[in-house]
């Protein structure tokens, strides 16, 4: 079977799953960018823009998630690759008008396979972190708009969700 961007790679010929073989690509270096959306209630907004959360610092054990989340990836996803990452960054940006709070990561990696499940994961996982600890404020709040944004690197090249 040749694999190409547009096929199902995770499936050989008799159509069963399986970990696709990277073992005679390249090694490139490899970036991806996440970015999702918590939108909530003015309180809770205020809890976590105050940093009074009963929980805590939310934000701060919300970035610790996002990267422990990244780093687990290939055992939460069956059929990822384990990759060294060799950085991670977790950004957070509010806006208070809306009561939303956006996270985005950035996974990188020099390696054979792409580091957006990477970034996707830690983006997921930060968000569900935030929820965790804001859920006491705010039973209704709402994750949204997880995507990639942007992937640098590999056979496929560089790709940017149009804005």
């Known amino acids: 079977m040749t694999e190409r961007d547009d096929t199902l790679t995770h499936f050989d010929a008799r159509g069963q799953a399986r970990m696709v073989d990277v073992s005679g690509k390249p090694v490139t270096h490899r970036r991806a960018v996440a970015r999702g959306t918590l939108h909530m209630s003015p309180q809770a ?3 976590l823009d105050a940093a009074d959360s009963p929980k805590g610092d939310v934000l701060g054990v919300a970035r610790i998630a996002a990267i422990q989340g990244a780093k687990q990836t290939s055992a939460l996803i069956p059929l990822c690759h384990p990759l ?3 950085h991670l960054s977790v950004e957070f940006s509010r806006d208070a008008e809306q009561s939303r709070l956006t996270i985005e990561v ?3 990696t020099d390696g054979k396979t792409g580091v ?3 970034a996707l994961t830690g983006a997921s996982v930060g968000l569900l972190t935030v929820y965790d600890m804001l859920k006491a404020v ?3 709040l709402v994750m949204e708009e997880i995507r990639l944004v942007s992937k640098e690197g590999g056979r496929s090249g560089d ?3 149009d804005s």
Request: charged fraction near 35%; glycine fraction near 0%.
């Open 45 to 47: 907004f205020a809890a």
């Open 84 to 86: 060294p990452l060799t």
């Open 106 to 108: 950035t996974a990188e």
């Open 116 to 118: 957006e499940m990477e």
């Open 138 to 140: 705010d039973k209704a």
């Open 159 to 161: 790709w940017r969700a």
